[in-house]
Structures are given as C-alpha cells and as structure tokens.
C-alpha cells in the first residue's frame, strides 16, 4: 500500500483546507482509511477514519462538526476537508491504512503540515 497526502498549508484561524491521500498498490475494499495528526512536541493523534467499502466514518471529538473525511472510489483518494480551523489544529497529518480485521494502522503516508495562525 502506498499512500501519498497533500495539501497542507498556511491559513488563518476560521479558514478551511482540504488534503488529500492518493492510495495505490491494491483495491481498498476490505480498508479503513485515516487521518491523523501530530503537533509540535505531542503524541500522534487520531483525528478520522472511513471505511473504504461503504463510506463508515468515525471522528475525534475534537475536530467533530469541522471535520469531513469522504473517499473518491474512482480516484482512489480520501479527503480530508477542514472548515473553521483553529491553531490548536496546526500539526503535521499523516493519511494511514488498516484492514477491517486489525486495529493496527500498517501503512501511512508521508506527513503535509499545517499551520493555523491567529
């Protein structure tokens, strides 16, 4: 599996960003797919996950009501859109896979950075 996440950036608090994670190497059906975060001298964190098959979502409560995670199945990507940013959203995000059987993220991406000012 390989995954590849983009578009993070600069943005001022209240504004939005959506990334990107193009996923190859297989067919995704039996995935769930991930976003997480790490920030500055933090723990990675959970933020969102979909199921591939069937479109599932779960979010941390923290970016709930802000935060869409979506996949397109003909493109193969998963999106991660970002409305009413806050600077305690800035952090680096990694995209990230897991089979439906396991709990255990096996694959990720690099990280895309995103800072949120004030």
């Known amino acids: 599996v390989q995954l590849q996440a983009s578009g993070g950036g600069l943005v001022q608090a209240g504004g939005s960003l959506r990334l990107s994670c193009a996923a190859s190497g297989r067919t995704f059906d039996s995935y769930y797919m991930g976003w997480f975060r790490q920030a500055p001298g933090k723990e990675r964190e959970f933020v969102a996950d979909?199921?591939?098959?069937?479109?599932?979502?779960n979010y941390a409560d923290s970016v709930k009501g802000r935060f869409t995670i979506s996949r397109d199945n003909a493109k193969n990507t998963v999106y991660l859109q970002m409305n009413s940013l806050k600077p305690e959203d800035t952090a680096v995000y990694y995209c990230?896979?897991?089979?439906?059987?396991?709990?255990?993220?096996?694959?990720w991406g690099q990280g895309t950075e995103v800072t949120v000012s004030s």
């Open positions: 979909i199921r591939w098959s069937g479109g599932r979502t």
């Open positions: 990230a896979a897991r089979l439906i059987t396991s709990v255990v993220f096996g694959s």
